[in-house]
C-alpha cells in the first residue's frame, strides 16, 4: 500500500501498521466527503479524521439526512474508488487557501484558515474534483479502499462546543478487502450481543435511570456479583500484606489544595459548601490516605507500608462520554497505597505486577503493558520525575515484560505502568495502573525516622487493580457474554419442578444446596417445563435442575449444564461432587 507523504515522497506501509490504518480510515473520509459532495452540492463540509476502527465526517446538510440516504452515499463512494482518482498533494499561501475555499462556499474550512497565521503554509489533497485542505499522509490513488461501510449517523455541535451548530456526523469504516469488512461486521455483532448494558438488564444485574445519569444502580444479583469480587480482592490483599481502611467522600478544599487536585483536577470535582467553607467529594482516595499515613510517627521499621481502600468516588464526567458500566459519575475504585524507602521501591513493584498478573490469570485475560512518562501539566522538577521513571523501568526489564512508552501520558504527580487486559473477543480495556509518586509525600510533608535516627521523606506508589469495581464488571459482562464461570454466577443452580406435585421435594433441594454454600432459586411455578428450561437458559444459569415423580421417588435430580446439555439423571451427593 503507497501512501503520499506532505513531502511529496511515496511511502510503502502495510494496513497493518498503526500509519497504514490511518492513512486509509482518513483517505476514506475524503471519498465519503467527495461522494457527498457529488450527491448533494449545497452541502458544507467541516472535518474528517480516522479514529479508531474507522473515520467519520461532519457535514452541514440542508436536509433532513437520516441513514436511509446511506445507499446511494455508498454507492457513490465505490464508483470514486473504481474511477482510481490520483490523489494529488500541494501547499500554498493562507490568502490563496482563503480564495479557495470562499470560492467552494466552505465556511467551516474558512472560519480554520482564519485562526492560522498569514504566514502558514497551506496544505491540500486532491482526488478528481474535491479539494480538501488537509497535512496528510494519503493513499496514492482512490482504488486501494475495496471494502467500505458507513455505519451510523450521531449529531455533532461545531467543534464540540454546544453553543455552535448541531452538525451530522456520518461514521464509517473500510478495508483494503471484502473479507476483512465481513469479519469486523461479524465482530460488531457480536459486540452487540455482548453489550453489558443489554445484558445487565436481561440478567437483572443493574440499571440506569433518566434521574440518575452517570450513577448506576445495582440490583440483588448484580450485588451479588459486586461482592463476590469484593471479597476476592480483599481475600488476595490480606494475603498479599495490605490493611484496609475507609475515607470519607467529602473532604475540605484546603486538602484538595494541598495535594493539586484543586489546581489541575478541579473541572472533573464535585464541590459543595459546609460552615461556610469549599468541600469537595472525592475523585480519589489518595489525599485521605495521606491523613491517615501522618496521623502518628512513622519509622523505616514499618515499611512497606501497605494500605488498601475500597473508595467511593465521583467523577464530573461531560453527558455523552458516559457509557453504562464502563464511564460513569460514581465508582468505587479498588485503590491502595503502599509507602517505603528508596532502596524497596524495585520490590514493591514487582509485586504489584505480580499480583496484577495473578488477577488477570484467574479472570483468563491476557493483556499489554505500556509505560506513561511526564505529562505537561505536572508538579516536581526533573530529577525527581526521572527517578520516578527510571524505578517503573528498571522494574519492567528486571521482570523481563515488554512495554510500550506512551510519552506525556502520565498523572501530574507522577509516571505509571498501564495494563491493558485483552478480552475474549480481543478488544482491550485500560483497568490495573501502577504510579510512583515522589510528590504528594513532599506536599503532605510525609516523614519517617529511618535507620539513621534522622527524619527521610516516604516514596509513595499509587495502584489498583480492577480500576474499578463497575467498569471491571462491565468488562466481565462483556467478555463471558453473561455467561460467568460458576464462582461468579449470582445464581449457580436453578432448580425447576415439572409439576407443582413436587414443590416440597424442589424446596428441599433448595435447602441441601444452600446450606453447601450454593447460589440457587427455585421455579415451581405452574408454568410447562419446557418453558422454564428457556426462561433458566436465557439466564444463562450454570446448572438446571429438573425434578419431578421419577427425580422424587429416587431421591435424585436431572441435571442440565449450560452450554454442554443434558447430563442424565444423578443422586444429588454426585451432583454435588461436579460442582466441588
Known sequence: MKIRRKDGSIQEVGFEDELGKNVFRHTTAHILAQAVKRRYPNTKCAIGPSIKDG????????????????????????????????????????????????EKKEPYKMELLNELPEDEEI???????YLEMCVGPHLVDTSAVKAIKLLSVAGAYWRGNEKNKMLTRIYGTS??????????????????????????????????????????????????LKNLLIDYWRKLHMEEGYVEISTPIMLNRKLWETSGHWEHYRDKMYTTSIDGADFAIKPMSCPGGMLVYKM?????REFPMRISELGLIHRNEISGTLHGLMRVRCCTQDDAHIFMTPNQVQDEIKGVVRLIDRVYSDFGFSYHVELSTRPENS?????????????????????????????????????????????????TWQCGTIQLDFQLPQRFEAEYIGEDGRKHRPIMIHRVIFGSMERFMGILIEHFAGKFPLWLSPV???????????????EKIEMILKKEGLRC????????????????????????????????????VSVRKRDSGDLGSMSIKQFLEILT
Open 175 to 224: 478495508f483494503p478487502s471484502k473479507t476483512m469488512l465481513e469479519d469486523y461486521l461479524n465482530r460488531l455483532e457480536e459486540i452487540k450481543k455482548r453489550d453489558h448494558r443489554k445484558l445487565g438488564k436481561e440478567l437483572g444485574l443493574f440499571a440506569l435511570f433518566e434521574e440518575a445519569p452517570g450513577f448506576p444502580f445495582f440490583l440483588p444479583k448484580g450485588q451479588i
Open 296 to 300: 502518628e510517627p512513622r519509622s523505616y
Open 55 to 102: 473515520f467519520y465526517y461532519d457535514f452541514d446538510f440542508d436536509f433532513p439526512f437520516s441513514e436511509k440516504n446511506f445507499a446511494e452515499i455508498e454507492a457513490e463512494m465505490e464508483k470514486i474508488v473504481k474511477e482510481s482518482l490520483e490523489i494529488k498533494h500541494f501547499t500554498t499561501d493562507r490568502k490563496k487557501a482563503m480564495q479557495i475555499m470562499g
Open 492 to 506: 449457580q443452580v436453578k432448580v425447576l419442578s415439572i409439576s407443582d406435585k413436587y414443590i416440597d421435594y424442589v
Open 379 to 427: 508538579i516536581g522538577n526533573d530529577e525527581e520525575w526521572e527517578m520516578a521513571t527510571k524505578g517503573l523501568t528498571n522494574a519492567l526489564d528486571d521482570l523481563k515484560i515488554s512495554y510500550v512508552v506512551n510519552e506525556g501520558d502520565g498523572a501530574f504527580y507522577g509516571p505509571k505502568i498501564d495494563f491493558h487486559l485483552e478480552d475474549s473477543i480481543g478488544r
Open 123 to 129: 496544505s491540500f489533497y486532491q482526488q478528481g474534483e
Open 521 to 556: 432459586e427455585i421455579d415451581g411455578r405452574a408454568e410447562k417445563i419446557g418453558y422454564k428450561i428457556r426462561m433458566a437458559q436465557l439466564e444463562k444459569v450454570p446448572y438446571i435442575l429438573i425434578v419431578g415423580e421419577k427425580e422424587a421417588k429416587t431421591d435424585s
